[in-house]
């Protein structure tokens, strides 16, 4: 009967490593997948706001030759 309780506990235990084991490694991959995940959006986020940029500098320069033609054309029409 003790023997049959030291295996009986051995396995238990072991089954309670394989078990840890295998929550390590989970969360360990979880963890690497989640970096990725940010860093990626971070790859987004600044491609996007390179675009915004650029689409904001680019109506300002339409902005500024509108305003040279508004004032060519009233000089003109004067």
Do not use: H, P, W
């Not at 840890?20 to 790859?43: C, H, P, W, Y």
């Not at 491609?47 to 915004?52: F, P, Q, R, V, Y």
């Not at 650029?54 to 902005?63: G, L, N, Q, S």
């Amino acid at each position: 009967m003790n023997l049959f309780l030291e295996i009986c506990l051995f396995l238990l235990v072991l089954v309670g490593e394989v078990i840890l084991l295998f929550m390590v490694g989970f969360t360990k991959r979880a963890s690497e997948n989640n970096a990725d995940i940010l860093l990626n959006q971070q790859k987004y986020y600044e491609s996007e706001k390179g675009k915004n940029l650029a689409t904001k500098e680019d109506i300002e320069d339409i902005t500024k030759k509108v305003e040279e033609v508004k004032t060519t054309f009233s000089i003109q029409t004067e």
